[in-house]
């Protein structure tokens, strides 16, 4: 009997979606329920959404993210720093790059793209370094000892991954999207039934789908970030 499933929209220029990728990975393997990883276009979410007023824009709320973000990455033990000029960062930088790199990954090996996002993670939030050049990509896959890097490259800017990308992002779209991460829960059919914003509502998903949460999973995090 087929069950419900869960898509977990993401990119890695989003601080949230780091959290939200790694309670996620670290419950789908303790969870009957699929889980899908399913890299999108930030900035495309938040053109077609029209979503023009993001916290960064609004100090009192730059002022309390800044807090947030550290909290959060204490939470799933992940190291973080707010990168030097991270408003003008987010407002002038593209992910799209990095994201088509994600989905080549993908097409080859789910854990190989796992591996990667968590090497660009890494280098934008730990090591405060930029992921959107193909330098700051060939860095990445270097550090995370990855095959073949250089035709991993090439093969993101293929026709195929280009078209998936766009794919990911208009169905997030289709289910009311407007930031990052963006969690859909579907049904048996494929339908989606229930979507949610943010990269602090795995509990309740986890409730939604009557599966446990079982909080940061601090053990996975060690093995998961290990090379």
Same mark, same amino acid.
């Given at each position: 009997?087929?069950?419900? %499933?869960?898509?977990?929209?993401?990119?890695?220029? &989003?601080?949230? %979606?780091?959290?939200?990728? =790694?309670? @996620?990975?670290?419950?789908?393997?303790?969870? %009957?329920?699929?889980?899908?990883?399913?890299?999108?276009?930030?900035?495309?979410?938040?053109?077609?959404?029209?979503? =023009? %007023?993001?916290?960064?824009?609004?100090?009192?709320? =730059?002022?309390?993210?800044?807090?947030?973000?550290?909290?959060?990455?204490?939470?799933?033990?992940?190291?973080?720093?707010?990168?030097?000029?991270?408003?003008?960062?987010?407002?002038?930088?593209?992910?799209?790059?990095?994201?088509?790199?994600?989905?080549?990954?993908?097409?080859?090996? $789910?854990?190989?793209?796992?591996?990667?996002?968590?090497?660009?993670?890494?280098?934008?939030?730990?090591?405060?370094?930029?992921?959107? &050049?193909?330098?700051?990509?060939?860095?990445?896959?270097?550090?995370?000892?990855?095959?073949?890097?250089? =035709?991993?490259?090439?093969?993101?800017?293929?026709? $195929?991954?280009?078209? @998936?990308?766009?794919?990911?992002?208009? $169905?997030?779209?289709?289910?009311?999207?407007?930031?990052?991460?963006?969690?859909?829960?579907?049904?048996?059919?494929?339908?989606?039934?229930?979507?949610?914003?943010?990269?602090?509502?795995?509990?309740?998903?986890?409730?939604?789908?009557? $599966?446990?949460?079982?909080?940061?999973?601090?053990?996975?995090?060690?093995?998961?970030?290990?090379?």
């Amino acid at each position: 009997m087929a069950k419900r %499933s869960v898509d977990f929209f993401f990119d890695v220029i &989003s601080p949230y %979606s780091y959290f939200g990728f =790694e309670g @996620i990975t670290r419950h789908r393997h303790l969870w %009957s329920t699929p889980v899908r990883l399913r890299p999108f276009y930030f900035a495309g979410v938040i053109k077609q959404s029209k979503n =023009e %007023s993001p916290p960064l824009a609004i100090p009192i709320k =730059e002022k309390y993210m800044y807090k947030d973000l550290v909290l959060n990455a204490q939470y799933w033990g992940v190291s973080f720093r707010i990168p030097k000029d991270y408003k003008k960062m987010m407002f002038t930088s593209s992910s799209i790059e990095a994201q088509r790199l994600l989905i080549a990954a993908q097409l080859r090996d $789910e854990k190989l793209m796992e591996n990667i996002a968590r090497g660009l993670w890494q280098r934008l939030y730990g090591y405060n370094k930029e992921i959107f &050049s193909r330098h700051d990509m060939e860095s990445v896959l270097r550090d995370r000892h990855v095959k073949d890097a250089n =035709e991993l490259i090439e093969s993101s800017q293929s026709d $195929e991954v280009k078209k @998936i990308l766009r794919e990911n992002t208009d $169905e997030a779209l289709q289910t009311g999207c407007f930031g990052a991460p963006w969690t859909t829960v579907k049904d048996a059919s494929g339908k989606t039934t229930h979507a949610i914003f943010g990269g602090d509502r795995l509990p309740q998903i986890a409730d939604l789908l009557g $599966e446990k949460f079982h909080g940061n999973l601090l053990d996975q995090a060690k093995s998961q970030w290990s090379l």
